[in-house]
């Protein structure tokens, strides 16, 4: 089966947006993610999915934390800041909480060690064992078919009628 195929067919899942970022040497490093899941309550386990091809995935591996900040609707540009699809120069102005670096205004910041690490073709699963996270208001920005979605509640629907 070809890869377009493939990646066609799980583009058909629709996903929030996340950043994952982490700190090494006391310096940021954040990067856009979709691939990110609930794993587990008892202990309290997330999961996300780094491209062995990803810088990221060294930081991770060093820094042995991370924090999952998940994206809102209004933080479009921030998932394409860290998806490289906007060449930013300046450095972001992350928010700190817990000590490490997250999205300020993203609907959760959730704040993780390393629990597990597993390779998994070419990308590298970090089940994250969660320390703390918080939670904010708002409508998440949303992923589907390779494109930016916004959630539209019915109230939405029957204004626009």
Not at 29 to 45: I, R, Y
Request: proline share 2%; net charge negative; hydrophobic share 40%.
């Amino acid at each position: 089966m070809e890869d377009r195929f493939f990646r066609n067919a799980m583009g058909n899942f629709a996903t929030g947006i996340t950043a994952i970022t982490t700190k090494v040497n006391n310096e940021a490093h954040g990067m856009t993610a979709n691939a990110f899941v609930s794993v587990s309550l008892n202990p309290k386990l997330v999961l996300v999915s780094i491209d062995n091809r990803a810088k990221m995935l060294e930081f991770i591996q060093e820094s042995k934390e991370f924090a999952i900040s998940l994206l809102s609707s209004d933080q479009k540009e921030v998932s394409m800041r860290f998806a490289g699809q906007i060449k930013e120069e300046s450095l972001y102005d992350f928010e700190v909480f817990r000590e490490m670096p997250v999205i300020k205004g993203a609907l959760a910041n959730i704040i993780c060690t390393v629990y597990k690490e597993v390779e998994a073709g070419d990308h590298t699963l970090f089940i994250g064992e969660v320390t703390d996270l918080k939670i904010n208001e708002g409508d998440p920005l949303l992923f589907f078919q390779g494109k930016y979605r916004e959630l539209i509640t019915n109230e939405q629907k029957i204004e626009s009628i």
